[in-house]
């Protein structure tokens, strides 16, 4: 039944929470996660001749939180891989579940 986790990690409090509550239940039903981090450029385009590395930092620090919730899924002896993606968090969530096979329940999509 919980095979497959998808779990969207975005730094705050409560995806860190979300997080131990998934590695729990993979712990107990055998299951392997997901953790996806969904980064947006808009911001960047402020930043005028600095936009790649705007890009670029954004990235770094999805990564880094991806990093960090990688970690901590492998010290509880759970298996885990990342994804890190660029655009519409919603949109980029509910991709990663269909082309991932994920079963979610997702009303009105």
Sequence with gaps: ??????????GSEH???ALENAVQIAKKFNGKIT???VYSVTA?????????KCIQEI???G???????EK??????????TLLREGHVVEEILKAA???KFQFNCYGC
């Design 59 to 61: 990235r770094e620090i």
């Design 63 to 69: 990564a880094g939180i991806l990093e960090d919730g």
């Design 35 to 37: 953790l996806i981090h």
């Design 98 to 100: 269909r082309g991932e």
């Design 72 to 81: 901590r899924a492998k010290t509880e002896g759970v298996q885990v891989k």
């Design 1 to 10: 039944m919980f095979e497959k986790i998808l779990v969207p990690l975005d």
């Design 15 to 17: 995806s860190v929470r």
């Design 44 to 52: 960047c385009k402020y930043a005028g001749r600095y936009f790649d």
